[in-house]
């Protein structure tokens, strides 16, 4: 039995300073802090702000850290971002997806990471490469992060009807959910073909859905709608997310209220992905919602409502860091939260709810929770999220794995 203790720890709903007890990798005590020196381990927080782990909802780590492959990018729609992505993935191999992967995977451990959803791109230009590559890299990093894979049909099921076929093999070979996006069909009459194999599919597997909706703000997509319909006919509910849903922020106030409420009647959940979409999302000079979806509104209808990065470095979008307090920050910015409420949402958006949309147990700071942790030399979470220089230890289990010191001299 091994036993740590995680002292001057300021939680985020908890007045004063507290000590936390971890025995074997699962918190066993959370007291009022002592103060007093004790044997063993210690961790000395110092009155930092001590949070769970953080959780990336959607991130598609197969095509991390691609960017450079591209040559000179001067057209970026649709079609030619997924001529240009199929061009680049045809070129993977077992061993470059693994090493750009891990690198990944490292990155974001050392922001805090403990949990992460992964889309991995299984289709007629890629194989399974990925997807054998990300077990490995699943396997590899086990002691330091939880990861679920999602089988991702990204060119398409009509379009690309060899999917099939790779799709059943991905989940035969351990892939966690069956992903899916419609929109990529290129012809909303497909998307209904679209829907019904990735439902038959979940079926027949018995594993949940994690689908791209409505990927442009653009008031005729629909697939969002589409999904929620699917989920309720089926009986699926609580067992289908979606994420990105742009579209929802264009429709029409009344036919917004409409989707929601099918949504929630669906039990589903909804990712937001605001650090790629506020650059992929908006055409023309003046690009209006950029991608924000409705996350107050969600919230509202009490549909849970996770962040994610979606990309990094690569095909899709040029930047990216895996530091899920930035994705909170561009959350708050582009969903306009403002109040002290609104911004606690915003963190748990990378956060509980993020642990919530993958369906974590025994997360949080409480006892019987595992000692998934990240310890700020921030006591506050305003100064936390703004990034000013300090430190951030990432322990998994009561472990520390990681930690990341910025300093300005």
């Known amino acids: 039995m091994t036993t740590t203790v995680v002292a001057n720890a300021q939680l985020l709903e908890r007045a004063g300073l507290a000590d936390l007890t971890v025995t074997d990798g699962v918190i066993t005590q959370v007291a009022p802090a002592t103060g007093t020196r004790r044997t063993g381990t210690v961790v000395d927080a110092a ?79 890629v194989g399974l490469t990925g997807l054998e590559a990300l077990l490995e890299v699943r396997a590899a990093y086990s002691a330091q992060i939880d990861i679920q894979l999602v089988a991702f049909p990204q060119e398409g099921i009509v379009r690309d009807p060899g999917a099939v076929p790779l799709l059943r093999k991905a989940l035969e070979l351990g892939a966690d959910l069956i992903g899916g996006g419609p929109d990529n069909e290129g012809d909303p009459a497909a998307y209904r073909a ?38 309720i006919a089926r009986g699926l509910h609580g067992r289908v997310n979606a994420v990105h849903c742009c579209a929802l922020a264009a429709y029409p106030q009344e036919h917004a209220a409409e989707v929601i409420a099918l949504v929630a009647e669906a039990g589903m959940q909804i990712c937001i992905c605001p650090i790629g979409n506020l650059q992929l999302v908006g055409e023309g000079t003046t690009p209006r919602g950029r991608g924000a979806s409705r996350p107050k509104e969600l919230l509202a209808a009490g549909v849970n409502v996770a962040a994610g990065t979606d990309n990094l470095h690569d095909m899709w979008f040029r930047f990216g860091n895996l530091d899920p307090v930035e994705t909170c920050l561009i959350t708050c910015l582009s969903a306009a939260l403002r109040t002290d409420a609104e911004v606690h949402e915003g963190f748990a958006m990378v956060t509980t709810r993020a642990a919530q949309y993958l369906g974590l147990t025994k997360y949080g700071v409480q006892e019987g929770d595992y000692a998934d942790l990240v310890v700020f030399s921030h006591s506050n979470l305003n100064d936390v999220i703004r990034g000013l220089p300090g430190t951030r230890r990432t322990f998994k289990r009561g472990t520390l794995v990681a930690t990341r010191t910025t300093t300005v001299t």
């Open 47 to 125: 009155g930092g702000l001590v949070c769970p782990s953080f959780v990336d909802a959607h991130f598609h780590p197969d095509k991390a850290l691609t960017f450079p492959r591209l040559g000179p990018v001067g057209n970026t729609s649709m079609t030619e971002s997924m001529a240009r992505g199929a061009a680049v993935k045809s070129e993977f191999t077992h061993d470059d997806v693994v090493r750009r992967a891990g690198l990944a995977i490292e990155a974001a451990v050392g922001n805090g990471v403990g949990a992460v959803r992964a889309q991995v791109d299984v289709d007629s230009s």
């Open 194 to 231: 679209h829907l019904d194999t990735v439902f038959g599919l979940a079926t027949e597997f018995g594993v949940d859905v994690d689908i791209h909706a409505d990927m442009s703000e653009v008031p005729s997509q629909r697939a969002l709608e589409l999904v929620a319909e699917q989920t």
